[in-house]
C-alpha cells in the first residue's frame, strides 16, 4: 500500500461510499450489501451484482474492504457466502469522505442553494 | 454442501464468462450465490414485468463490468468524473433505454413476428457459432500457458523448402544454450506407450518431456510434483511418469493417493509421480495423450530412444523456449542461424544447409503443416455457414419490411407529429437489433448443443480425440457480436424504407392493391430471389458431395472387405526382438487359423487404406523418371503369403511368397498390376529384378509374383503402383494379422484379442475391428463434409422457404380486396390460388435461374474434393432446382389456399 492518508482516496465514488457506509455496521455478504445500501438509501440506490463486486475488488485492492472470516451464527449462516468487512483505513476513508461532504454542504447553505430542513 | 444451481443462476454462471479469467475465478461463485439471492426475491414478488427488467439491468449491468475489468486489465484505469460522463453518455444511453423499452414493448405484442425472427436468427448464428466454436477450439483458443506471448517454438528445416520440421536432440542442446535468447527451453515428442491394466494392455498416446516442459509452460501438477532435473537425464535409473489429469480421473478413477503408485507402462512398472493440471491434455491440440515421461525413463521403456537422443539427424522434436524479456524472434532466428551454419559445417551429413524457424507457441496447434492445411477447410467451413446466414439476414430484413409496410399508419403519424426521422431510424434499428441479439442468444445455445453433437460424429480413430467446446469470450463475442451486426445491418434498409412513407396515402389508411407483380424490382422480391439462389448453390454443393460419397463407396476397394477383420500389435513396446518377434507372429497365425469360422490368416505391416503412407525408392533398370522427378518411389506393405489368401487379392502372374523365401538368397518381391505396367510395360514381369534404393550397391529383388491392383491410400485414387515385400525377408515387429471368416466376421475381433493376450498378455494391441470398420474411417472424411453441407443446405432452403411463405401470404393478405372482387365476380378458388402461386413461383424461377449460374461458378474450385462427379453435375444441378420449385410451390401454395377462401362478403365490407 502506497499511502495511508485517508484523504488520498478522496473523493470516493458514489458506490464505493455506500458500501463502506454498510460495512461500518457490521459484516455482511453481498447479497445483505445490496439491502443495506437500498434501505440505506430508501431506494435510491439499487446496486447491481457486476457493479457490487466490481467496488468490492478495488475497494479491497486499496485495503478498505476486506474479505471476513468472521460468521454471525453459524446455524444462521451459509457457509458457502463470503463476508465483507470494513478495514480501520476503510473507517478512516469513509470518516473523511463524510466530512469532505459536509463541508460541501455547508457550503452549499453558505451559498443559500440549501436551506436548513426542520 | 452444494445446492443444484437453477436455471437462472446457470444463465448468469455464462453471462460470468464475459469476465477476465482472474476475477471469474476469485468472485464468481460469490456472484452466482448474490445474484441467485436477488433472483429468488425478484422472482418471489411474482411480477412478470419486474422479472424482464431485473434480467434486462443484470446483462447490462454484467456485460458494462466486465467491459470495464478487461479494459482495467489493459491499461491503467482514468478516473473519469459524473460531468463528463453525464455530458458525453447519459443522455445517448437514456434515449437509448427508451428505444430499448419501446422495441421490447413492440415485440411483445406481436409474438408470432418475434417467435419466427428469433428463430431465423437463432439458426442463422447458431450455425455460425457451432462452426466458429469448433474452429475456435482448435485453431484459436489460447493454450492454458503463463505468459504466452512469451513462449515459441522452434523448427528447422532443408534450406529450399519452407515446411518446418522439427529438431533433433544434439541440436536442441546446442540451441538451447546460446546466451541471452532464451529464460528455459524444453523439448518433447508424442510417442505410444502400451499401457498394462487389469483389462489387458493397449496403447495410448504418451509425451517425451524435458524435465522442465511443465514448468517452463508454466503449468503447475495439481498433484504430486514436475520431473527433476536427473530424470531429465540419459543414464535415469528410476521410471517416473506424470498422468495426465484427464487419464487420471478415467483410468486411475480419480484417485487421491495415486502419487507413488505405479503403471506398467510398455511392461515395465513406473513411479507415478504426479498429476497434470487440469485442461491441460497434451502438446497437441485435439489429442489428449495420457502419460508423460522425462527423456531419462522415455530411455528406460524404449531403448531405442537413448540411441535416438544420441543422433543428430533423428529430428523428431519440438522444441519450446521462453524468450528473456525484450528478446525478439526476429532476434532468435538469426542467433540459432548462426548456430545452425556452424552444426552444417560441423555435421555436413545430417545438417548440411538446415535453417531455423522461430513460431509464437500460440500459432502452433498441432503441426506447422497440418496447422497450414486447417486454414483453409476452416474457411471453407465458414463461408458455407456464412452463406447460410446470409438466407437468415435477407430473411429477417424481408419480416421487418412488411412488418413495416403494416406500420406504416403508425410511422406515418408519428412524423406527423413531427418526429425525427432519425429518431424513427434509430427505433427501427433498436428493434432489429434486438431481434439479432436475442435470436443470437438462441442461436448460442443451440450452436453449443450442435457443436457437441458435431464434435460426437468422431472419427472412428484408435486414440481419444478432445477438443475443448466450452465457451469462451472469443466465441460469445462472435455471436453477440454477429448479432448485433446483422441485426444493425439488416434492419437499416427496411428502417430507411419505412421511415419514408407516403405520407397522405399512409394516413388515409389506404392499404393499396399493389401485389408483388405490379413491381418486380422491390427490396422485398429481390430479397427472396437472393435467399433461393444462395440456398440452391448450398444445395448443389450438398448434392455433388453426396453423389461423390455414394460412388466412393460403390468403388471396390479390390480386396475382401465383407468378412475380414484385423489386429494390430506392437511388440517392440514389450520388449520383443525380431527373432522372438518372429516367433510370436508364427504362434499368433497358427493359433487364429485352427480357430473354427476362419478360413485364411495372413500378417502385413501395415494396410491399405489406413492412417500410414509408406514408401520406398527404388531403382528400376530402363526406367527413367519423369523430368522434375528426381527417383521412383512407391508406396509399399510387408506382407506374408497368406495375407493374400485372407484378403482375396489374386495374383495375375507368378506366385505368393512362401517359406523358401526365408532362406533364400536372394530378395524377392511381388508387385502389383499398376506397377507392372508403369515401370515395365506390361504384366509379364515375372522374374524382372530391380533395386531396393537409389544407389548401385543397393540389394537387387526379384518379382516372383504380380498382384491385382487394390485401393492403397484412399478409395478414390486411380491405379497405384504398390510393392509387396515379404515379411520373411523383413524384420517385422509392429505388424498386423489379418483374417477372414467364413461368414460375419463381427466377433473376430474379441477373438483376436483374446487369442494374442492368451499368447502374451503384456502384448499391446493397438487395435482389432472389421475391415468394413477400418474402411468407416478412410470414408469419414467425405461422409463428414456430406453430411455437413447437407445439413447446412437443408437449413438454408427451409429458411428460403420460411421467407417465400411470408412474403406470399403478405402478399396475399394485402390483395385481399381484389380476391374478394374476384372471388364475387365468379373467380373459381383454382384460379386464385394459381394466381397466388405464380407470383411465388416467378421469384423462384429467378432465384433457381441465378443460383445456377452462380454455382457452376462456385463449385468448379471444388472439382479435387469430389469423386467421380463432375462439378457441373447435370443431374445434381436439375434434381436440386427441381426439388427447390417444389418446396416453393407448397410454401405459396398454403397462403395461396387461405386467399382463395376469402369471404368476398368479409372481404369487401370495409370497400
Known amino acids: 500500500m502506497t499511502s495511508q492518508n485517508p484523504d488520498a482516496f478522496l473523493p470516493l465514488r458514489p458506490v464505493e461510499f455506500q458500501i463502506l457506509l454498510v460495512l461500518a455496521r457490521g459484516d455482511r455478504h453481498g447479497y445483505a450489501i445490496i439491502q443495506a445500501a437500498e434501505e440505506q438509501t430508501a431506494g435510491q440506490m439499487r446496486l447491481e451484482t457486476g457493479t457490487l463486486y466490481r467496488a468490492l475488488r478495488r475497494l479491497a485492492d486499496a485495503g478498505l474492504v476486506r474479505p471476513s472470516a468472521r460468521r454471525p451464527a453459524p446455524d444462521l449462516d451459509d457457509e458457502r457466502r463470503r463476508y465483507f468487512g470494513i478495514t480501520p483505513l476503510g473507517r478512516k476513508v469513509a470518516a473523511a469522505e463524510a466530512r469532505r461532504m459536509a463541508n460541501l454542504v455547508e457550503t452549499a447553505r453558505a451559498s443559500a442553494l440549501l436551506t436548513k430542513t426542520t | ?911
Open chain 2, 1 to 911: 454442501m452444494t445446492r443444484r444451481p437453477t436455471v437462472a443462476v446457470r444463465l448468469f454462471r455464462l453471462l460470468l464468462r464475459l469476465y477476465p479469467r482472474e476475477v471469474r475465478e476469485a468472485q464468481g461463485a460469490d456472484m452466482e450465490e448474490t445474484f441467485g439471492d436477488r433472483y429468488a426475491a425478484v422472482r418471489s414478488r411474482r411480477e412478470r414485468q419486474g422479472l424482464v427488467h431485473f434480467w434486462v439491468r443484470a446483462v447490462w449491468d454484467v456485460a458494462a463490468n466486465a467491459v470495464l475489468e478487461r479494459r482495467d486489465r489493459r491499461r491503467p484505469r482514468r478516473r473519469r468524473d459524473g460531468i463528463t460522463k453525464r455530458l458525453r453518455g447519459v443522455t445517448v444511453l437514456e434515449t437509448f433505454g427508451q428505444d430499448l423499452r419501446y422495441a421490447l414493448r413492440r415485440l411483445r405484442k406481436s409474438p408470432g413476428f418475434t417467435a419466427i425472427a428469433v428463430v431465423i436468427m437463432g439458426l442463422g448464428i447458431g450455425a455460425n457459432a457451432a462452426i466458429f466454436s469448433i474452429v475456435n477450439a482448435v485453431l484459436f483458443r489460447p493454450l492454458p500457458y503463463e505468459k504466452p506471448s512469451e513462449l515459441v517454438k522452434i523448427f528447422t528445416s532443408e534450406q529450399d523448402d519452407a515446411t518446418p520440421g522439427a529438431v533433433s536432440y544434439p541440436d536442441f542442446e546446442e540451441y538451447q544454450v546460446v546466451a541471452g535468447l532464451f529464460s528455459g527451453a524444453a523439448v518433447h515428442e508424442m510417442t505410444m506407450l502400451s499401457v498394462t491394466g487389469d483389462a489387458g494392455s493397449e496403447m495410448v498416446f504418451g509425451e517425451h518431456q524435458s524435465w522442465n516442459y511443465l514448468s517452463l509452460l508454466g503449468l503447475v501438477p495439481s498433484l504430486g510434483r514436475t520431473f527433476v532435473p536427473e530424470e531429465g537425464e540419459r543414464g535415469a535409473s528410476e521410471p517416473v511418469t506424470i498422468v495426465s489429469h484427464a487419464a487420471w480421473r478415467r483410468r486411475h478413477g480419480g484417485d487421491p493417493d495415486i502419487i507413488g503408485k505405479t503403471v506398467r507402462l510398455n511392461g515395465r512398472p513406473v513411479t507415478i509421480v504426479g498429476v497434470g493440471p487440469e485442461g491441460f491434455s497434451g502438446s497437441a491440440v485435439g489429442i489428449t495423450s495420457d502419460y508423460w515421461v522425462p527423456w531419462g525413463t522415455a530411455g528406460l521403456l524404449e531403448p531405442e530412444i537413448a540411441e535416438g537422443l544420441e543422433r543428430r539427424g533423428r529430428r523428431s522434436l519440438f522444441m519450446t523456449a521462453r524468450l528473456e524479456p525484450g528478446v525478439t524472434r526476429d532476434q532468435v532466428r538469426s542467433a540459432l542461424n548462426v548456430v545452425a551454419r556452424r552444426l552444417g559445417e560441423e555435421y555436413p551429413e545430417t545438417n548440411e544447409g538446415r535453417v531455423v524457424t522461430v513460431l509464437p507457441a500460440s500459432r502452433v496447434r498441432l503441426h506447422p503443416i497440418i496447422d497450414r492445411a486447417l486454414y483453409p477447410v476452416a474457411g471453407l467451413l465458414m463461408a458455407v455457414v456464412g452463406l447460410v446466414l446470409a438466407v437468415a439476414c435477407s430473411n429477417l430484413a424481408n419480416l421487418l419490411l412488411l412488418r413495416a409496410s403494416s406500420r406504416r399508419k403508425e410511422v406515418a403519424v408519428r412524423l406527423a407529429i413531427g418526429a425525427s426521422r432519425r429518431r424513427l431510424v434509430a427505433q427501427l434499428l433498436t428493434e432489429s437489433t434486438l431481434l439479432g441479439v436475442i435470436g443470437g442468444v438462441v442461436g448460442l445455445a443451440l450452436a453449443q448443443w450442435a457443436a457437441r453433437m458435431l464434435v460426437s460424429f468422431r472419427p472412428p480413430l484408435p486414440f481419444p480425440v478432445a477438443v475443448d467446446l466450452s465457451l469462451d469470450w472469443r466465441v460469445l463475442a462472435f455471436a453477440l457480436g454477429l448479432a448485433v451486426l446483422t441485426g444493425a445491418l439488416f434492419g437499416l434498409a427496411p428502417a430507411l424504407k419505412a421511415s419514408r412513407p407516403d405520407l397522405v396515402p399512409a394516413l388515409k389508411d389506404e392499404t393499396g392493391s399493389l401485389g408483388l407483380g405490379r413491381r418486380r424490382l422491390s427490396l422485398k422480391n429481390a430479397l427472396v430471389v437472393v435467399q433461393v439462389a444462395v440456398s440452391l448453390v448450398l444445395l448443389i454443393g450438398a448434392g455433388l458431395f453426396v453423389r461423390s460419397l455414394v460412388n466412393t463407396q460403390q468403388t471396390d476397394p479390390g480386396f475382401e472387405v465383407a468378412t475380414t477383420a484385423y489386429a494390430t500389435v506392437n511388440l517392440t513396446l514389450s520388449g520383443y526382438d525380431d527373432h522372438r518377434g518372429r516367433e510370436f507372429l508364427r504362434r499368433m497365425v497358427e493359433r487364429l487359423g485352427a480357430h473354427p469360422g476362419v478360413e485364411a490368416v495372413g500378417l502385413a505391416d501395415m494396410l491399405p487404406l489406413g492412417f500410414g503412407i509408406q514408401t520406398r525408392d527404388v531403382t528400376i533398370p530402363g526406367f527413367e523418371p519423369p523430368p522434375g522427378e528426381e527417383e521412383v518411389s512407391v508406396d509399399f506393405a510387408v506382407v506374408d503369403g497368406g495375407y493374400f489368401e485372407a484378403l482375396r487379392v489374386p495374383l495375375s502372374r507368378g506366385r505368393l511368397f512362401n517359406a523358401r523365401d526365408a532362406e533364400d538368397v536372394g530378395q524377392v518381391a511381388i508387385v502389383n498390376a499398376a506397377m507392372a505396367k508403369r515401370y515395365w510395360g506390361s504384366v509379364d514381369v515375372v522374374g524382372e529384378r530391380f533395386r531396393l534404393g537409389q544407389s548401385g550397391e543397393a540389394p537387387e529383388v526379384e518379382i516372383v509374383g504380380v498382384a491385382q491392383d487394390t485401393k492403397v491410400r484412399t478409395l478414390s485414387e486411380g491405379a497405384r503402383p504398390l510393392l509387396y515385400l515379404p515379411f520373411s525377408q523383413q524384420s517385422g515387429l509392429f505388424a498386423s494379422v489379418v483374417v477372414r471368416a467364413t461368414g460375419d466376421p463381427s466377433s473376430l475381433p474379441e477373438v483376436m484379442r483374446r487369442e494374442i493376450q492368451a499368447l502374451d498378455s503384456s502384448v499391446p494391441i493397438f487395435e482389432a475391428k472389421t475391415m468394413s470398420e477400418q474402411l468407416a474411417v478412410a470414408l469419414f472424411a467425405p461422409r463428414m463434409g456430406a453430411v455437413l453441407l447437407a445439413c447446412f443446405g437443408v437449413l438454408a432452403m427451409v429458411l428460403a422457404s420460411i421467407g417465400l411463405y411470408g412474403v406470399v401470404a403478405f402478399s396475399a393478405a394485402q390483395r385481399t380486396r381484389e380476391v374478394g372482387v374476384r372471388i364475387a365476380l365468379g373467380a373459381q378458388r383454382a384460379q386464385v390460388v394459381g394466381m397466388v402461386v405464380r407470383e411465388g413461383l416467378g421469384l423462384v424461377v429467378v432465384g433457381v435461374l441465378v443460383g445456377l449460374g452462380l454455382s457452376a461458378l462456385v463449385m468448379r474450385p471444388v472439382a479435387g474434393l469430389l469423386y467421380a462427379v463432375r462439378p457441373g453435375d447435370p443431374l445434381t444441378f436439375a434434381a436440386v432446382a427441381v426439388l427447390l420449385v417444389i418446396v416453393a410451390v407448397l410454401a405459396s401454395y398454403v397462403p395461396a389456399r387461405r386467399a382463395a377462401r376469402t369471404d368476398p362478403l368479409v372481404a369487401l365490407r370495409y370497400e
